[in-house]
């Protein structure tokens, strides 16, 4: 058996073909198999851990018992090849494609605007077909399950969900021409606008879905289970041999060979290991063959279920109990479904199994305590025999650790039926509503005496608040033998306290929050008991009408979206796209999985691999380079030190130097020390693990802005914008107040990461660099700097980019250049694609903000006097720092006019890595310490904070504190419009009465404006160019120098083409961007993408319609194909360049005015969220919003532009939070720390509006820039749960304004609140905190 040397041949089926894979490595995931192997490049690599999705394809399996088929929707990377055997395998490629025919689930999230940058889509698109395979008529819930563990970070995941919405049997969309849409009146008839237009899809057009179609199963497949002799099998990798039994003894034989080897199942515990710690198993054991696993047998005493049984197969066989035996024999089989329905995304619970779960022995493992608590037992079998094993509290000894012993094998687990009188419970919080791993999770259980109140019985297990599952047994002996009342459950709370105590320093921190949250958790379990009593007629108490908030879920049911747009013009022809929400162009090829990203290039003869060794310290000597362990691995050509670099070894983006590898010195953890190339992925990663750099720590650390501050630690110059006399104004106001607002930075967590291809071209030095950046240009000249060429030599090719969002600015061109030294040391293609972990180390984010304000203010709200201090942590290196701090000043007067305004924006020079370009450049964290200070103002003087908002505005003709003119007209316009759509005024009475008669929960509501300044701020970054050809078909090549990220530039610019060419869409084309065709591009940022290379294109038409003239005026019934024929032999050139000059724009900082802008976008957003004030868990109820787009293009991409900024914004103000340690090491590394809104964050009521009537003299067809703005407006969110959280502060005595630094994540909206329970919170002992308070 395991003396086998030979591998075995794994047979799989992958979109029908049958594959047989000779010498399968037990180390290939399916992931790499489809991508490398397969080139089925449409399953994408996002995290690699299971925490985005974008990697989901079917897996499709014959089950011989039943004779059924399962298909299963599961993440291809961290399926290993070897577990597939007889297995069939569907990707987005095998269900539909443009060359044959579309999949419905392909075409509508296409159609429906669903995709942007369309990284995320194919994984969305897989996760929705295996649902409709398993079940064609979905419901809502269905389908939000099913895109639970699927991350989008463009489209705000709305357009996605009403698309889906569709397949739905009662979808109720007014969208889609059925009942009732959002916009009704009492008697169901519309009240809609007449500028309305509800034409973003029509169902009538969509392909029906029609199950006959599907591929069918492969009948090979089936006869091989059926018939074929199954055998062990055995597969030998380079460094992992992989064995498969069939037979329960021949597992039990191998296990007491193999002790230490895992037995791997899902994989989704050993897999993380071997991929992000690096542990190595030489040997792995895999019995998802041996049919005693996945056995269950429902007996009248309890459940026995196979531990090799999946999650998902367990929430089945559950609820199947639930429906099926009294309620009072299915309490511990009810908690458990309720976890059951939060553990991992879909895909995760697909795989993940039973006995994986209990044995990995998670300290957040969401089962181990409901499964303790509902005294199950374990039934383990050696060589030696079988034995039970009671799941209590001597079975968890530590992290990862329980009494199992390395030979001793987890058939079964036994669940028992409860008895009556007996209650358990459930109860988990998470820092995301779904596929997030709990905080602190409980099973609880207590069970009475007949019929009375008095507890026999307790169990209370806790997850979350220690190295393992946790029983509280002090607090369960202050319980049992009393009755279930207050004063008992009193006892209990004080000796919880006493029992669970966390260090500063415990890992995960939060160390307050957890602990009140095992108080809180309690006493939801104490209503909830309370209620059952009161249930079966043993009390008549029941829970209490004012504490029912309490055990009351938040709402959860989204509704279909509403959007509101204007008509174009009855006069404007049909063919003429302009103003029309047109598809984006490559929605269709990313639905399909066809469309190419910079990853999915097929590979190059000679190509390596590079992976980058990064530093440790935050702040260090390097002492030495060891590369030779690192050059004697396997596959290892080359390792690249800053000393390989032929030519500029930095990067300067605003006056300071960037080192590209750390020569002498390191700054911070993550920053760049050397590379390794090798001839694979694998190779490259091993080897640049295994080489050592020897540091000499220095003493010097900074930060914290703080410490910059202390240590006057900054990248000069300090920024300064004042208006009227400040001081004086200070003497004169009614009141002062003094405050500040902390703004933590952002990851950007573009799902492609970043990555590149640099090919030498052998001769006269020349590079081609494929990339993805969203500056082509900068990474053009950096490489060339970097090899010391000419710029001629280098040229970058620019496809489409999975999301950038800022992030691949500079840093993408910092990468590209090294990546350029190994291709010119190796003389051979190099990619280098990073991994999550590494791009969220390596790339750094938003900035960090601390706004110190002192405000003065008058006794009817006029503020007077503000003076404002910005601190940005902007890292180790000043990136483009200094650019964000300017931009800060100049957003700082929002909507508002106070006449005395003092602003100071300072970078901080830390020992972090560097913070960069982020949606809004400072903006969103500006106009936060801004707002913050007007609710603070609103506060101290018992007013709403929106009245107050209002009795700031501008007004009339106004000049901002830069002195630049402006009308706010159209600010006031969306404000008013957003307050009447949003039926402010009802809503605020009618939260006033749900705060007085919920103490558990609050709800809260706030509407927030927007002034945002539309593009670079500096003239010389506002130009573009664009060039177009005319081909003698008549079909038009575009090219500009803009980049296609997903906000649907590319479709925007064949929208103006079309017009001005007056030719239909289909004949232009946009291949990509590349600085051989337009050269000199400036950055596609700053929502200016549009304006500054529509315009560009706009002149290059123009200049060909021209040439053309004489031709059309000779045959004015021509067809364009013809009039293109007959200019061709007329000799006239069919190709031009187009060039926008952009308008003379920028800032005197000396002087302290300018214009930096030549217009503004406006907007308002009105939110409302219901709060759970015992966990800090909050849902967006509803938000709407009004947007000033000017005359937009294109409205859909526009409306997904707004949707998906907001869903940024909401992330940055109120979840995404970035931990390091205390020695400056990045703990947030990957989608299962670092939390980005998912499905579940959506508000429940999502509605849009686009202002009518606007116009815009600056831009291009009188349309606004929209890419960034919105972001800000996700603090509507904020400000709406600290208005909630003040409502819960109020019923504790508590009034005035009170600290809450964004983001308002649970842990600080719950200890905001302030409590009962948090308040028998002890102070933390000082100590070393696991994470550090930043910025
Ligand atoms: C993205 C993601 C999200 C997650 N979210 C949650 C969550 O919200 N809540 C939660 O509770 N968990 C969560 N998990 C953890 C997940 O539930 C566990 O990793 C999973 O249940 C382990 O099962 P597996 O089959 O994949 O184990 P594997 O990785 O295959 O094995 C894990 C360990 O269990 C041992 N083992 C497996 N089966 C047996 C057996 N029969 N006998 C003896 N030893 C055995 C193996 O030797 C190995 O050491 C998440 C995991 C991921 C990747
Ligand atoms: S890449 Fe597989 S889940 Fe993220
Ligand atoms: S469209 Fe979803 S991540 Fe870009």
């Known amino acids: 058996m395991a003396e086998k040397k030979q591998s075995d041949s794994l047979i799989i089926f992958v979109n029908g073909k049958k594959i047989t894979v000779s010498n399968a490595d037990p180390e290939t995931t399916l992931l790499y198999f489809l991508r490398e192997r397969l080139q089925l490049t449409g399953t994408k690599y996002g995290c690699g851990g299971g925490g985005c999705g974008v990697c989901t394809v079917m897996v499709s399996r014959y089950d011989v018992q039943t004779k059924g088929i399962h298909h299963l929707s599961i993440n291809a990377c961290l399926m290993p090849i070897c577990q597939l055997h007889g297995a069939a395998v569907t990707t987005v490629e095998g269900i539909g494609n443009t060359k044959t025919r579309l999949h419905p689930v392909q075409e509508r999230i296409a159609k429906t605007h669903g995709s942007q940058c369309g990284f995320c889509t194919p994984g969305m698109v897989m996760s929705m077909y295996t649902l409709l395979r398993n079940k064609p008529k979905p419901t809502m819930e269905d389908i939000t399950e099913a895109l639970g563990g699927n991350l989008c970070r463009c489209t705000g995941y709305r357009p996605i969900i009403d698309g889906y919405r569709t397949f739905c049997e009662n979808d109720n969309c007014c969208q889609l021409n059925n009942s009732l849409c959002l916009m009704s009146n009492e008697n169901g008839s519309l009240e809609l606008d007449k500028n309305c237009q509800l034409d973003f899809f029509n169902k009538e057009d969509f392909l029906p879905l029609d199950p006959t179609q599907e591929l069918i199963f492969p009948p090979e497949l089936i006869r091989m289970a059926e018939s074929q002799e199954q055998t062990t099998q055995m597969f030998q990798g380079e460094r992992i041999t992989w064995i498969s039994p069939i037979t329960l003894g021949e597992l039990v034989q191998l296990k007491a060979q193999y002790p230490q080897a895992p037995i791997v199942m899902g994989n989704t515990n050993v897999g993380l290991d071997i991929k992000f710690k690096g542990v190595l198993h030489p040997i792995i054991i895999s019995p998802t063959r041996v049919g005693e696993l996945f056995e269950v047998n429902q007996k009248p005493e309890g459940l026995c279920i196979g531990a090799g049984c999946s999650l998902s197969t367990v929430r089945s066989v559950l609820e199947r109990c639930v429906c099926s035996l009294p309620v009072e024999h299915t309490q511990t089989y009810a908690a458990l479904l309720e976890q059951l329905r939060h553990v991992g995304g879909q895909q995760i619970r697909n795989v993940a199994t039973l006995g994986g779960n209990i044995v990995s022995a998670y300290p957040n493992s969401d089962l181990n305590p409901v499964l303790a608590a509902g005294r199950c037992s374990l039934l383990v079998q050696t060589k030696d025999g079988k034995q039970e094993i009671p799941l209590d509290k001597n079975f968890f000894v530590g992290f990862g650790k329980t009494i199992l012993k390395p030979d001793q094998l987890v058939l079964s687990v036994f669940i028992p039926v409860s008895r009556k009188g007996e209650v358990v419970c459930a109860l988990r919080h998470a820092p995301r509503k779904e596929n997030a791993l709990a905080t602190v999770t409980t099973g609880m259980r207590v069970w009475f005496h007949d019929g009375s109140d008095v507890v026999k019985e307790m169990s209370a297990y806790y997850g979350g608040v220690g190295a393992c599952t946790f029983s509280a047994e002090r607090m369960i002996q202050q319980v049992i033998g009393r009755p279930w009342n207050e004063a008992t459950l009193n006892e209990a709370y004080r000796a919880l306290v006493d029992e669970v105590i966390l260090e500063v320093s415990a890992p995960g921190g939060k160390v307050m929050f957890r602990r009140s949250l095992t108080l809180s958790l309690l006493f939801r379990f104490y209503l909830h008991v309370l209620q059952y009593l009161k249930d079966m007629s043993v009390t008549g108490v029941g829970v209490p009408e004012d504490q029912r908030s309490g055990v009351r879920p938040l709402p959860c049911v989204i509704e279909p979206g509403y959007q509101e747009f204007q008509e174009v013009a009855e006069v404007q022809v049909e063919q003429d796209p302009v103003g029309r929400s047109k598809l984006h162009r490559s929605a269709i090829t990313h639905a399909t999985g066809e469309s190419v990203y910079c990853d999915d290039i097929p590979h190059i003869q000679g190509e390596l691999f590079l992976s980058v060794v990064t530093s440790t310290r935050a702040h260090a000597k390097i002492i030495q380079i060891d590369v030779s362990r690192a050059l004697d691995m396997p596959g290892v050509v080359d390792v690249i030190t800053a000393k390989d670099i032929p030519g500029q070894k930095f990067r300067s983006f605003t006056g300071t130097e960037e080192?590209?590898?750390?020569?002498?010195?390191?700054?911070?953890?993550?920053?760049?020390?050397?590379?390794?190339?090798?001839?694979?992925?694998?190779?490259?990663?091993?080897?640049?693990?295994?080489?050592?750099?020897?540091?000499?720590?220095?003493?010097?650390?900074?930060?914290?802005?703080?410490?910059?501050?202390?240590?006057?630690?900054?990248?000069?110059?300090?920024?300064?914008?004042?208006?009227?006399?400040?001081?004086?104004?200070?003497?004169?106001?009614?009141?002062?107040?003094?405050?500040?607002?902390?703004?933590?930075?952002?990851?950007?967590?573009?799902?492609?990461?970043?990555?590149?291809?640099?090919?030498?071209?052998?001769?006269?030095?020349?590079?081609?660099?494929?990339?993805?950046?969203?500056?082509?240009?900068?990474?053009?000249?950096?490489?060339?700097?970097?090899?010391?060429?000419?710029?001629?030599?280098?040229?970058?090719?620019?496809?489409?980019?999975?999301?950038?969002?800022?992030?691949?600015?500079?840093?993408?061109?910092?990468?590209?250049?090294?990546?350029?030294?190994?291709?010119?040391?190796?003389?051979?293609?190099?990619?280098?694609?990073?991994?999550?972990?590494?791009?969220?180390?390596?790339?750094?984010?938003?900035?960090?903000?601390?706004?110190?304000?002192?405000?003065?203010?008058?006794?009817?709200?006029?503020?007077?006097?503000?003076?404002?201090?910005?601190?940005?942590?902007?890292?180790?290196?000043?990136?483009?720092?200094?650019?964000?701090?300017?931009?800060?000043?100049?957003?700082?007067?929002?909507?508002?006019?106070?006449?005395?305004?003092?602003?100071?924006?300072?970078?901080?020079?830390?020992?972090?890595?560097?913070?960069?370009?982020?949606?809004?450049?400072?903006?969103?964290?500006?106009?936060?310490?801004?707002?913050?200070?007007?609710?603070?103002?609103?506060?101290?003087?018992?007013?709403?904070?929106?009245?107050?908002?209002?009795?700031?505005?501008?007004?009339?003709?106004?000049?901002?504190?830069?002195?630049?003119?402006?009308?706010?007209?159209?600010?006031?316009?969306?404000?008013?419009?957003?307050?009447?759509?949003?039926?402010?005024?009802?809503?605020?009475?009618?939260?006033?009465?749900?705060?007085?008669?919920?103490?558990?929960?609050?709800?809260?509501?706030?509407?927030?404006?927007?002034?945002?300044?539309?593009?670079?701020?500096?003239?010389?970054?506002?130009?573009?160019?664009?060039?177009?050809?005319?081909?003698?078909?008549?079909?038009?090549?575009?090219?500009?120098?803009?980049?296609?990220?997903?906000?649907?530039?590319?479709?925007?610019?064949?929208?103006?083409?079309?017009?001005?060419?007056?030719?239909?869409?289909?004949?232009?084309?946009?291949?990509?961007?590349?600085?051989?065709?337009?050269?000199?591009?400036?950055?596609?940022?700053?929502?200016?993408?549009?304006?500054?290379?529509?315009?560009?294109?706009?002149?290059?038409?123009?200049?060909?319609?021209?040439?053309?003239?004489?031709?059309?005026?000779?045959?004015?019934?021509?067809?364009?194909?013809?009039?293109?024929?007959?200019?061709?032999?007329?000799?006239?050139?069919?190709?031009?360049?187009?060039?926008?000059?952009?308008?003379?724009?920028?800032?005197?900082?000396?002087?302290?005015?300018?214009?930096?802008?030549?217009?503004?976008?406006?907007?308002?957003?009105?939110?409302?969220?219901?709060?759970?004030?015992?966990?800090?868990?909050?849902?967006?109820?509803?938000?709407?919003?009004?947007?000033?787009?000017?005359?937009?293009?294109?409205?859909?991409?526009?409306?997904?532009?707004?949707?998906?900024?907001?869903?940024?914004?909401?992330?940055?103000?109120?979840?995404?939070?970035?931990?390091?340690?205390?020695?400056?090491?990045?703990?947030?590394?990957?989608?299962?720390?670092?939390?980005?809104?998912?499905?579940?964050?959506?508000?429940?009521?999502?509605?849009?509006?686009?202002?009518?009537?606007?116009?815009?003299?600056?831009?291009?067809?009188?349309?606004?820039?929209?890419?960034?703005?919105?972001?800000?407006?996700?603090?509507?969110?904020?400000?709406?749960?600290?208005?909630?959280?003040?409502?819960?502060?109020?019923?504790?005595?508590?009034?005035?304004?009170?600290?809450?630094?964004?983001?308002?994540?649970?842990?600080?909206?719950?200890?905001?609140?302030?409590?009962?329970?948090?308040?028998?919170?002890?102070?933390?002992?000082?100590?070393?905190?696991?994470?550090?308070?930043?910025?």
């Open 659 to 1335: 080192e590209l590898l750390a020569e002498h010195e390191v700054t911070c953890v993550g920053q760049m020390v050397c590379a390794v190339v090798a001839d694979t992925k694998q190779h490259a990663k091993l080897a640049a693990a295994a080489l050592k750099v020897s540091y000499e720590d220095l003493p010097e650390r900074i930060f914290t802005i703080e410490e910059a501050v202390e240590r006057q630690s900054f990248y000069l110059p300090h920024r300064e914008l004042q208006r009227g006399d400040v001081d004086k104004a200070f003497q004169e106001v009614d009141h002062i107040h003094e405050g500040e607002m902390r703004v933590g930075g952002q990851e950007h967590f573009y799902l492609e990461t970043q990555s590149m291809l640099v090919v030498p071209v052998r001769e006269q030095k020349e590079m081609k660099v494929y990339l993805s950046s969203q500056n082509p240009t900068c990474t053009q000249i950096s490489v060339a700097e970097t090899l010391g060429i000419p710029a001629n030599r280098v040229s970058c090719h620019v496809k489409r980019i999975g999301g950038a969002f800022g992030g691949k600015l500079t840093k993408a061109s910092i990468l590209a250049s090294i990546t350029a030294v190994a291709a010119w040391k190796t003389d051979r293609p190099v990619r280098w694609v990073l991994e999550r972990g590494e791009d969220m180390l390596i790339t750094g984010g938003r900035h960090p903000v601390l706004g110190k304000y002192k405000v003065g203010f008058m006794n009817d709200g006029k503020i007077i006097a503000a003076d404002i201090q910005y601190f940005a942590s902007a890292g180790n290196t000043a990136d483009e720092t200094l650019l964000v701090i300017e931009k800060m000043l100049i957003h700082m007067d929002i909507a508002y006019n106070i006449p005395n305004l003092h602003g100071q924006s300072m970078a901080c020079n830390t020992n972090l890595p560097s913070s960069t370009a982020f949606r809004g450049f400072g903006g969103p964290q500006s106009m936060m310490v801004i707002e913050n200070m007007i609710n603070d103002v609103a506060m101290l003087l018992g007013c709403p904070a929106e009245e107050m908002r209002e009795r700031n505005f501008y007004k009339g003709l106004s000049l901002t504190h830069y002195k630049m003119e402006f009308h706010p007209e159209n600010l006031h316009r969306c404000w008013e419009e957003c307050k009447e759509r949003a039926e402010f005024g009802r809503r605020r009475q009618a939260i006033v009465e749900f705060n007085q008669q919920n103490r558990w929960k609050k709800r809260g509501i706030s509407l927030v404006p927007i002034k945002y300044g539309i593009g670079f701020g500096n003239a010389v970054l506002q130009q573009a160019a664009a060039l177009v050809h005319i081909y003698k078909d008549g079909s038009v090549l575009v090219s500009h120098g803009g980049i296609e990220m997903g906000q649907g530039i590319h479709t925007k610019v064949q929208q103006i083409v079309s017009r001005e060419l007056n030719i239909p869409l289909s004949l232009i084309h946009i291949s990509e961007t590349c600085t051989s065709a337009v050269p000199n591009t400036c950055p596609t940022a700053a929502s200016f993408g549009t304006d500054a290379n529509g315009m560009a294109v706009w002149d290059a038409c123009q200049t060909l319609y021209k040439r053309l003239e004489p031709i059309r005026k000779k045959d004015p019934n021509g067809s364009w194909e013809s009039w293109i024929a007959k200019a061709f032999v007329e000799r006239i050139s069919l190709s031009a360049t187009g060039f926008y000059r952009g308008h003379e724009v920028g800032m005197d900082w000396q002087k302290q005015e300018g214009r930096p802008f030549t217009y503004f976008t406006y907007a308002a957003c009105c939110s409302e969220v219901e709060l759970d004030c015992l966990t800090g868990e909050y849902r967006t109820v509803r938000t709407d919003i009004v947007v000033d787009v000017g005359k937009s293009i294109n409205p859909a991409i526009d409306i997904g532009q707004i949707e998906g900024a907001f869903m940024q914004g909401l992330g940055l103000y109120t979840m995404e939070e970035l931990t390091f340690s205390p020695s400056g090491s990045l703990h947030t590394r990957g989608p299962a720390q670092y939390k980005i809104p998912a499905v579940c964050d959506v508000p429940l009521q999502f509605n849009v509006y686009l202002l009518s009537g606007s116009q815009n003299p600056y831009a291009i067809h009188s349309s606004k820039g929209i890419g960034e703005p919105i972001v800000c407006l996700g603090s509507s969110v904020f400000f709406a749960m600290k208005e909630a959280i003040t409502a819960a502060r109020t019923d504790v005595g508590l009034s005035g304004p009170f600290p809450l630094h964004s983001p308002a994540t649970p842990e600080r909206a719950c200890l905001a609140c302030n409590t009962c329970f948090t308040q028998m919170i002890p102070k933390t002992k000082a100590g070393t905190p696991w994470a550090m308070e930043l910025p």
